[in-house]
């Protein structure tokens, strides 16, 4: 159990320190909340449904896009950088512009089948103002794609480094349920 924990922590990290580069390097948000638990989940389960390529990117492109178009219909120069009175119509429109993201977000991963939870912290990064202009969407969805190729970059060196018993493939009974 402890192998698998660090092992676990140490290829998110691993995970993440691309992006971390990639930002660093280029001054642009390659790293976002939302994209740790994306991580966190390709390097806990590492195969399978949840950690599909397309579920992943598609869902967080479906978050992307929903957030900005309720950010840019809804709350347009406002931004939850500092805390809206209460009452005030700032705080009203952040609101709205969340609570609308998260219905177009949740009916569009349900509709194409790409549900994938940590879309939805996307969805409100943006729709908050956090992230909100088209190149910061964008560059949230090329760390999507990065993250996920990255992912399996690494699985296809492994699989052809040793054989398909490798601990990555192991059974794991004793795994959390998430």
């Known amino acids: 159990m402890l192998r698998r924990q660090l092992g676990t922590s140490l290829y998110a990290g691993l995970l993440f320190t691309v992006l971390g580069l ?23 389960e590492q195969r399978g449904k949840r950690t599909d390529s397309s579920r992943i990117v598609g869902s967080h492109l479906i978050g992307g896009v929903a957030g900005l178009v309720a950010y840019a219909v809804i ?3 406002v931004s939850l950088t500092t805390i809206p009175p209460e009452l005030s119509t700032d705080g009203l429109r952040l609101t709205l512009s969340a609570v609308v993201s998260m219905i177009l977000t949740s009916w569009g ?12 912290a996307t969805t ?13 969407v964008l560059t949230i969805i090329v760390s999507i794609v990065i993250l996920v190729e990255f992912h399996a970059g690494i699985r296809m060196l ?9 601990a990555l493939d192991a059974e794991r009974s004793d795994d959390l349920k998430i």
Request: contains cysteine; aromatic residues 8%; charged residues 10%.
């Open 75 to 77: 709350a347009g120069d």
């Open 22 to 44: 990639l930002a660093w390097v280029s001054g642009q948000p390659f790293i976002f909340p939302s994209l740790g638990p994306s991580a966190f989940i390709l390097a806990f």
């Open 109 to 120: 991963m349900i509709a194409t089948n790409r549900v994938h939870a940590p879309a939805c």
């Open 158 to 166: 492994l699989s052809r480094l040793v054989d398909s018993d490798h």
């Open 124 to 136: 409100l990064i943006v729709s908050l103002g956090l992230l909100s202009t088209p190149l910061q």
